[in-house]
């Protein structure tokens, strides 16, 4: 579960201090914003939007950043749907799918909503394919400008959108280090602490043949302990590589002698779409 280009640290929001609500099938309206908000994506019904902002003369102030995007691991052969979304400080924020209906909405309460919030990140369940295909997410979340209201810490109108397509890469075929598919076996493909480079094959296509535009590969080895009692401080190697690069060196600095690691490589779709390819390796 991974976010393109800037990492974010995954964390869990207590329910009573954040409220998502999750409406897909809620029923669009398709009847115009009152207060005339002119910004890409479609205008959210009425009801939904008064629910989204508290100052309808003051100054609108378009979001800093608004993703939305598609995470496939295949070697779990699973999917799910992440959204980022930040800026300064916002005391409510609300997303619109293409057809106008409510699919987010983040309430932050009591002191956090005087604090206000600056940014949050989300992951929805990664069901397996043979639960949720890609047909069924197809049809779930469609093509097009996911719209973002809300209000600032200031009172003001947050609009914005984030685009979101369908074209997910095909899985990076690992040519280097040798690998195996589950941790407990990590020790039939062992690697030297020094000298370990991850070599891998061009993505050119998505998942269903069509053209792609790749920008970039992220390459993560995590050591692969049970419990983590370094918190955030877990050892983690992670790097963002330019999408004509298809070899990454790893620092003997980081690698422990006779330890199991966890590799990923991942390519990076124009959009924000990313597949992962996922193994695991023993260093002797």
Same mark, same amino acid.
């Given at each position: 579960m991974r976010v393109p280009a800037v990492r974010i640290p995954k964390f869990v929001v207590p329910v009573?201090?954040?409220t998502l609500v999750a409406s897909c099938f809620a %029923? =669009? $309206?398709?009847?115009?914003?009152?207060t005339g908000v002119s910004s890409a994506g479609p205008t959210p019904p009425p009801t939904a939007w008064a629910t989204c902002r508290q100052a309808a003369?003051?100054? &609108?102030?378009?979001? =800093?950043?608004? &993703?939305? @995007?598609? /995470?496939?691991n295949a070697t779990d052969d699973d999917?799910?749907?992440?959204?980022?979304?930040?800026?300064?400080?916002?005391? #409510?924020?609300?997303? @619109?799918?293409?057809?106008?209906?409510?699919?987010?909405?983040?309430? +932050?309460?009591a002191q956090l909503k005087d604090l206000t919030m600056g940014g949050i990140f989300f992951?929805? #369940? /990664? +069901? +397996? #394919?043979? /639960? *949720?295909? *890609?047909?069924?997410?197809? %049809? =779930?979340?469609?093509?097009?400008?996911?719209?973002? #209201?809300? $209000? $600032?810490?200031?009172? /003001?109108?947050?609009?914005?959108?984030?685009?979101? $397509?369908?074209?997910v890469p095909r899985p990076p075929v690992v040519t280097a280090p040798p690998l195996t598919a589950e941790p407990e076996l990590a020790a039939d493909a062992t690697v030297p602490v020094d000298g370990l480079v991850v070599t891998w094959k061009d993505v050119t296509r998505t998942i269903d043949g069509r053209p792609i535009t790749i920008t970039g590969y992220e390459v993560i080895i995590t050591k692969e302990v049970e419990d983590d009692p370094n918190g955030f401080s877990r050892p983690t190697f992670d790097v963002h590589v330019a999408p004509d690069v298809n070899s990454l060196s790893v620092p003997v600095e980081f690698l422990e002698p006779d330890t199991a690691y966890e590799l990923e490589v991942l390519a990076l779709e124009v959009s924000g779409n990313q597949t992962i390819k996922v193994g695991f390796f023993m260093t002797d």
């Open positions: 009573a201090i954040v %029923a =669009a $309206t398709g009847v115009a914003s009152a003369n003051k100054p &609108k102030v378009e979001i =800093a950043s608004a &993703k939305m @995007f598609i /995470e496939y999917i799910g749907i992440h959204g980022a979304f930040d800026d300064h400080g916002w005391s #409510r924020l609300c997303v @619109f799918d293409p057809n106008g209906e409510q699919v987010l909405a983040v309430n +932050p309460q992951e929805s #369940r /990664e +069901p +397996p #394919r043979s /639960e *949720f295909s *890609f047909a069924d997410l197809a %049809a =779930a979340f469609p093509e097009g400008e996911y719209s973002v #209201r809300g $209000t $600032t810490f200031e009172g /003001e109108q947050l609009f914005g959108s984030a685009t979101f $397509t369908h074209d």
